[in-house]
């Protein structure tokens, strides 16, 4: 049976979903705890000199509950650029610590993980990559990128980034010196651009966003 191109597309995106459901583009690339970048799949190191299109509008925040092994965890997620409002922690429920299961240092931990994710498309490859993360400082990374991208939206243009390690002193002098995510802002370029855009220096800060 025929049906009309719209509905088509809205068919085909259910199917889609139903088959092969995904809520990241490309590979995962997180920040580890020895403090460096590597694509999730394999522990392969990113390198700090490889130039990638922010798309920023394509954000997604979420909270994410995740359960026993082998379980599809629960998520509340939406897109931050396209109205998607993030509820409150209270209103997911699970509020009994005495309830929550032990985290590493040995204290109860919260089921509901506050998560970001941005989109990242090499420059060299047009590969697309996913960065997430649910930790302060790698939210406040994103979050200080996408400052920098609200003042380009005007102008319908994207950060070009490149990926570096930024970190400071702990309060706790034991803990010494912490290694943290930052986006490096080298350029920008027009949101439908090709991923092989030349970068325009303009009047972007050069600096690693401070964190």
């Known amino acids: 049976m025929n049906v009309p191109a719209k509905l088509n597309n809205e068919y085909r995106n259910r199917y889609l979903d139903d088959i092969a459901p995904a809520t990241n583009a490309g590979r995962i690339i997180k920040f580890t705890k020895e403090g460096s970048f590597v694509t999730a799949d394999d522990g392969t190191p990113i390198s700090d000199e490889d130039t990638y299109v922010a798309l920023c509008?394509?954000?997604?925040?979420?909270?994410?509950?995740?359960?026993?092994?082998?379980?599809?965890?629960?998520?509340v997620s939406g897109l931050l650029y396209d109205g998607f409002v993030l509820p409150s922690r209270e209103s997911l429920g699970?509020?009994?610590?005495?309830?929550?299961?032990?985290?590493?240092?040995?204290?109860?931990?919260?089921?509901?993980?506050?998560?970001?994710?941005?989109?990242?498309?090499?420059?060299?490859?047009?590969?697309?990559?996913?960065?997430?993360t649910s930790s302060n400082t790698g939210r406040r990374a994103v979050g200080n990128l996408l400052?920098?991208?609200?003042?380009?939206?005007?102008?319908d243009e994207v950060p070009l980034v490149k990926l570096k390690v930024?970190?400071?002193?702990?309060?706790?002098?034991?803990?010494?010196w912490v290694k943290v995510p930052a986006f490096m802002v080298v350029g920008r370029a027009p949101r439908i651009s090709a991923p092989r855009s030349v970068p325009a220096t303009g009047d972007l800060p050069g600096d690693v966003i401070p964190l």
Do not use: N
């Open 57 to 75: 509008d394509e954000t997604q925040i979420s909270w994410i509950k995740f359960k026993g092994i082998g379980e599809a965890p629960d998520r």
């Open 94 to 132: 699970d509020l009994d610590h005495a309830q929550w299961e032990q985290g590493l240092d040995g204290k109860p931990a919260d089921p509901w993980q506050h998560q970001i994710a941005i989109v990242l498309q090499k420059c060299e490859s047009g590969e697309l990559f996913t960065f997430t």
């Open 147 to 155: 400052r920098i991208y609200d003042r380009l939206r005007d102008k």
């Open 166 to 176: 930024s970190g400071f002193e702990h309060r706790d002098k034991r803990v010494g």
